[in-house]
Every structure is written in C-alpha cells, then in structure tokens.
C-alpha cells in the first residue's frame, strides 16, 4: 500500500492542488443539487442521502473516491448562508480570505498550547488579541468619569492605553465561560450571577457548571435589561455580583443600557461583563459604534467575529480590561512550560485557555483584519444594517405583514397579519422542509414571530421582497 501525502512539508502543495480541485467541484455540484437555501425533504430526506453516498464508514478497503463522495453529500445537504434566503440564525457566510487562511492553518497545523509547536501562530496570537483588546478599551487618566469608558472613535489614539488583553475562544458560549470564572476566581465561590431575562442561554448555564448560586433574572420587559430592576438586585441581594449585560440579543439583535448598567454596577461595586457576540462588530463602522457607548466600562466583554465578522466557525474573543485577571487561568504542565523554559524566554502558552491543544484560529481573523482594515469592515458592517433597515421599511409599508420594530443592529422581526401563532410556526417548518428558505423565530411580547437575521452583505432588495412574496404564499396555502 502506498503511503498517503502529507499536506504539509515540501511536497504538501502538490499534493493538496488535485485535491482542492477536487473538493471545488464537489463543492459546486452538491450546491448546485441543492438548488437552494436548505435541503428539500426535511431530515428524513437528508438522512437518506447522506447515507446513501456515504455507505460503510470504515470498509475494509479504502474508497479513492471518498473525498468527492462525502463533500458532494455535505454541501447539497447543508444551509447555505451564502443565500439570501437563509437568514435564520447568527450564522454567517464567510469570506473567501477567511476561509483561505483557514486552509492555511490546517496545512501547518500549529498547536497553540506550547511555543515549540506554534512559534510564529503564537506571536500573531499576541498581536491581533491585543488589537482587538484594544478595541474595546481605552485607558483614560485617573479619575477620568465613568461615561468616558466608551467605544473610542475610528482611528483614535491615546497615550494611555489599557492593561487590556484578550483571549482567542471557540464562540460566545465559551467566552461568557471564561467571564463567570475570571469572576469568580476575582471574587470568591459565593459570587452571584445578575444578568436579564433577555441574556444568552449559555450566561446562566454557565453558572451552572461553574457551581454558583443560581443566577438572578432581571426582567426585560422591552426586550432589554430594566436598570430600575436591576438597582433593586443589586441592593436587595448580598454580593458579590457579577452583572452580565448583552450588546445584540440573540432574539432580537437589541442592545441593553450599558451606560446606565455600567454606572450601577459602579455605585454597588459590581462586576460587570458585556455580551457582544453579536452587536460587537459595531466597533469596526463609524456609523454604528456608539450605540456600544460603555462597552469599555466593563471588566469582560465577548465578541464573536463568525457572526458579524464574516468568518469560518470559530472565531470567539473574550477581552479583559484587567490582564492580571488571566492570572488565574496560569497552569503549569513541564512538558509543555517548564519553569527553566519560560525564565529562558520560552513563551508560555497555557494561560491563555482552559484548553490544550488548540487550532491556530487567530491566522484567518488576523488575515480578515489585514486585508479589510477598518474601512472594509466597516462597510460590511453598514451594509448588513442597512439592508435590515430597508428590510424594516418594506415589512412596514406592506399591509399583510406586521413588524415588531425597528431593528437595532441587523435582526429584524415580523408576522403575517392576521396569523395565528400555530399558522406562524406551520409556515416557517414548512419553509425549511421544502428547502426555500430557512428563517428563524422568537416569542416576543407573548407572540411568535418569524426572525430575519441578514449578515450577508450581498443580499439585495429583491431577495427580501421575494421572500416576503414566499412567506405570504405559504401561510395562506
């Protein structure tokens, strides 16, 4: 048997080439068998094909064929954000750089848990994690209000930036993780978690796996947290707190306070951490930024740049005001960071994650951040707005649909008029088993309602007015 190529080394590119033109046109033929947003058939239909074209996953003999086989499979059986008709979720298409690089980091394959394995990937890590933290924070002058602590305007400069740092994760849910324990590591075993109604599943969750007190729900009336509820906690609860607000629920895409919450959490000595996974590409436009006016107040914020960062899944961010705070996560194994190897320069790896082994997922973000900049970026980010916006409008000005309102970041709400919550719930399965359009849903106000979440920046007018024409159509069937 002749030993299969490697895809690194010398020889690696002339083996990888056939094989990507492989996987390109498996890639094209299984989209082009879709035909669409989402597979037609529903599960039972998906499951079929699949194994179909898969057969025995381990037979005795190798099949040659196998790589364009199984792709084929995958893609006409997967959603495909790339179409502007899926639009259910945070889930977004990402861009050809990104995924690129992403090639890139499979190739040389570095293994971010030791400097020996990942000499160059580890210094870029360094790099772009305190750009980014850099981002979100800005030292200011002792004494220096509150309410100064604000996304900074593009291109600002100060000379006194933050001990601020951040930390590569594998999503919003492991970097909320990450928050609960630098706090509860800060502020002992007893620390309460305060967080509203609207938070992200994986906030109380977390908690949970870490041991805390079960976590206090704030109410969300408006879809955002109430300060004047949240006051009453924090003064009626003994501490210590940690408060965690949301900057884009996964609901609705609508941004908390954070001013006002960054100011009680100061007046009773709370912890505060911010959940930007969604809204915190905001950062990147000029048009947008301020509504994350006090991101930088708090002691934690998560970002997740495979959302509203156009990258291949994962590509999570947690940032630290306070760099001493990731102290706690130093761990020590001598095969990997020796005490005589760190004293000699060796840097140390371990600290920077609660896992081990870890993929090089910061080269595709570093690659995006380079070649975009800030004005690529940022033009992204206003285009998804915008066609949220337009998308708004056109709900508003037709009379068969009901908006819920406008949107805040790109998630945008809405009905059939006139439908029941069973017709809503029948109309969108029926959408997805069918394969023509893949939207999401959320109970806001004791009502369901059909959920647009558009991160695709070349969805156009017209694919949002076809859609409309869809949904209409199937709910009166």
């Given at each position: 048997?002749?030993?299969?190529?490697?895809?690194?080394?010398?020889?690696?590119?002339?083996?990888?080439?056939?094989?990507?033109?492989?996987?390109?046109?498996?890639?094209?033929?299984?989209?082009?068998?879709?035909?669409?947003?989402?597979?037609?058939?529903?599960?039972?239909?998906?499951?079929?094909?699949?194994?179909?074209?898969?057969?025995?996953?381990?037979?005795?003999?190798?099949?040659?064929?196998?790589?364009?086989?199984?792709?084929?499979?995958?893609?006409?059986?997967?959603?495909?954000?790339?179409?502007?008709?899926?639009?259910?979720?945070?889930?977004?298409?990402?861009?050809?750089?990104?995924?690129?690089?992403?090639?890139?980091?499979?190739?040389?394959?570095?293994?971010?848990?030791?400097?020996?394995?990942?000499?160059?990937?580890?210094?870029?890590?360094?790099?772009?994690?305190?750009?980014?933290?850099?981002?979100?924070?800005?030292?200011?002058?002792?004494?220096?209000?509150?309410?100064?602590?604000?996304?900074?305007?593009?291109?600002?400069?100060?000379?006194?930036?933050?001990?601020?740092?951040?930390?590569?994760?594998?999503?919003?849910?492991?970097?909320?993780?990450?928050?609960?324990?630098?706090?509860?590591?800060?502020?002992?075993?007893?620390?309460?978690?305060?967080?509203?109604?609207?938070?992200?599943?994986?906030?109380?969750?977390?908690?949970?796996?870490?041991?805390?007190?079960?976590?206090?729900?704030?109410?969300?009336?408006?879809?955002?947290?109430?300060?004047?509820?949240?006051?009453?906690?924090?003064?009626?609860?003994?501490?210590?707190?940690?408060?965690?607000?949301?900057?884009?629920?996964?609901?609705?895409?609508?941004?908390?306070?954070?001013?006002?919450?960054?100011?009680?959490?100061?007046?009773?000595?709370?912890?505060?951490?911010?959940?930007?996974?969604?809204?915190?590409?905001?950062?990147?436009?000029?048009?947008?930024?301020?509504?994350?006016?006090?991101?930088?107040?708090?002691?934690?914020?998560?970002?997740?740049?495979?959302?509203?960062?156009?990258?291949?899944?994962?590509?999570?961010?947690l940032a630290v005001?306070?760099?001493?705070?990731?102290?706690?996560?130093?761990?020590?194994?001598?095969?990997?960071?020796?005490?005589?190897?760190?004293?000699?320069?060796?840097?140390?790896?371990?600290?920077?994650s609660l896992r081990?082994?870890?993929?090089?997922?910061?080269?595709?973000?570093?690659?995006?951040?380079?070649?975009?900049?800030?004005?690529?970026?940022?033009?992204?980010?206003?285009?998804?707005?915008?066609?949220?916006?337009?998308?708004?409008?056109?709900?508003?000005?037709?009379?068969?649909?009901?908006?819920?309102?406008?949107?805040?970041?790109?998630?945008?709400?809405?009905?059939?008029?006139?439908?029941?919550?069973?017709?809503?719930?029948?109309?969108?399965?029926?959408?997805?088993?069918?394969?023509?359009?893949?939207?999401?849903?959320?109970?806001?106000?004791?009502?369901?309602?059909?959920?647009?979440?558009?991160?695709?920046?070349?969805?156009r007018p017209d694919?949002?007015?076809?859609?409309?024409?869809?949904?209409?159509?199937?709910?009166?069937?």
């Amino acid at each position: 048997m002749t030993t299969p190529p490697l895809a690194s080394g010398p020889e690696g590119p002339h083996a990888l080439r056939p094989l990507l033109d492989t996987v390109l046109a498996a890639l094209r033929d299984g989209t082009g068998e879709r035909g669409g947003p989402l597979p037609a058939g529903g599960p039972e239909t998906v499951v079929a094909r699949v194994r179909a074209a898969v057969g025995d996953v381990l037979p005795g003999e190798g099949d040659p064929e196998a790589l364009r086989h199984v792709v084929r499979a995958l893609a006409e059986g997967s959603a495909d954000p790339a179409n502007p008709l899926c639009i259910a979720h945070l889930h977004g298409p990402p861009l050809a750089v990104a995924v690129a690089a992403d090639l890139a980091a499979s190739v040389l394959n570095p293994s971010l848990d030791s400097w020996d394995q990942a000499p160059a990937a580890s210094e870029l890590e360094a790099l772009v994690t305190r750009s980014l933290a850099n981002e979100v924070y800005v030292e200011l002058p002792r004494g220096a209000g509150l309410y100064q602590f604000a996304a900074p305007p593009r291109g600002a400069t100060s000379p006194h930036r933050s001990a601020a740092e951040s930390l590569v994760t594998t999503g919003g849910t492991e970097s909320n993780q990450l928050a609960l324990l630098l706090a509860r590591e800060s502020l002992g075993p007893g620390l309460r978690l305060i967080c509203g109604s609207n938070a992200h599943h994986s906030l109380p969750r977390a908690a949970w796996l870490l041991g805390l007190p079960d976590p206090v729900i704030v109410p969300a009336p408006a879809g955002t947290l109430d300060p004047a509820a949240l006051d009453a906690a924090l003064t009626d609860l003994p501490g210590p707190h940690l408060v965690a607000a949301t900057a884009g629920t996964t609901d609705a895409g609508l941004i908390d306070p954070l001013p006002e919450i960054a100011a009680l959490c100061a007046s009773h000595g709370a912890r505060l951490h911010i959940d930007a996974a969604y809204g915190g590409a905001l950062l990147f436009s000029d048009r947008h930024r301020e509504k994350l006016t006090g991101l930088g107040a708090a002691d934690t914020v998560t970002l997740d740049l495979h959302k509203l960062g156009w990258q291949p899944v994962a590509a999570g961010i947690l940032a630290v005001r306070e760099r001493s705070d990731l102290g706690a996560l130093h761990h020590r194994a001598d095969y990997l960071n020796a005490d005589d190897d760190t004293e000699a320069g060796l840097p140390d790896l371990l600290g920077r994650s609660l896992r081990t082994t870890r993929r090089p997922d910061v080269l595709k973000i570093a690659v995006t951040l380079k070649t975009l900049g800030r004005t690529g970026l940022g033009a992204l980010v206003d285009q998804v707005c915008d066609r949220a916006a337009e998308f708004a409008e056109l709900l508003d000005a037709h009379p068969g649909f009901e908006l819920h309102d406008r949107p805040t970041i790109s998630t945008v709400l809405f009905r059939p008029a006139h439908a029941t919550d069973d017709d809503i719930a029948t109309t969108r399965r029926d959408l997805l088993t069918t394969g023509r359009a893949v939207l999401g849903r959320a109970r806001l106000d004791g009502r369901l309602w059909l959920k647009a979440t558009l991160l695709n920046p070349h969805t156009r007018p017209d694919d949002l007015a076809a859609l409309l024409k869809l949904v209409e159509g199937t709910t009166r069937r």
